[in-house]
């Protein structure tokens, strides 16, 4: 970043796949800038190294400020996700993660056999799957820093899943939706008969690993600590770039010329569905108004 009254973008460095280093500048034209979309998580790292983001932190790590912006890898979000392990008499078919339902109370739920396989058994068939309950708006919070200065390095996420209590609510909600599906006659050819929810539970908990043994005491499964337990992400995380805080509504960085963020980090929320329609509706939209700005500096150029 260089410039005079305000810093303007003028070039990327970015290694090919064979670890070379190269440098790209843009052309001396008001038309130029650079369009940044490495997601919600390589988009505000970018402008960290980048020199745009809050200043203690990245003077910390001896990142030469361009811009102390403080609200760069803020409000981090990403939509909690938890699943019910169900072991089935009856062979159940190979299946991605397929919406099943969606709750009033802004709960998802979906359903996926084979999760484990990646390659579908010859009959393709399989006796196990999974129910799960996907959390809709949420309205925790959290944040990303970098861990180093080296962009080939993840940065530190941190999402603070159900730190309000209303997402952990509707987690519980979604969980115990999820019981009454598996406990409907219509489900029954898919459990076996003495399977009860708390069996359920616990054969997920050994699924996927968790040790109840190291839990002082007796262990009773809770809904709420099974929630906080088992949360994993679906990877449809946004935030940390948003509109109207980091970028304007053109999307172009607030107090930095030529330069723009157009992904998922821009996101003041997300829908409760995968969010890559949106993304690609954001990317044609943007694309055709950008297209149309630079066309009308020409028009007006040539008059």
Known sequence: ML????????????????GETHEAYLKNSPNNEIIISAGALGSPQLLM??????????????????????????????NPMNAIYVPSPSPVELSLVQPVGITVFSSYIESISGYKYFICPPSGLLRSGFIAEKVAYPISTGYLKLINTDPAHNPEVTFNYFQEPQDLKTCVKGLKTIARVIQSESFSKFRYPDATFDSLLNETLQYL????????????????????????TIWHYH?????GQVVDHDYRVLGVDALRVLDGSTFNSSPGTN?????????????VKIQQERLNMKEHVSM
């Open 49 to 78: 190294l980048s020199g745009i983001g809050p200043s203690d932190h990245l003077q910390s790590l001896g990142i030469e400020m361009v811009m102390d912006q403080p609200l760069v890898g803020k409000n981090m979000v990403d």
């Open 3 to 18: 410039g005079q009254q305000r810093p303007i973008a003028y070039g990327v460095l970015f290694k090919d796949s064979t």
């Open 209 to 232: 690993g968790i040790n109840k043994s190291n839990r002082l005491g007796n262990y009773k499964i809770s809904i709420e600590q099974f929630c906080k337990d088992t949360v994993m």
């Open 275 to 287: 969010p890559q329609a949106t993304l690609l509706m954001l990317g044609r939209y943007m694309a």
């Open 239 to 243: 935030g940390g770039c948003q509109v």
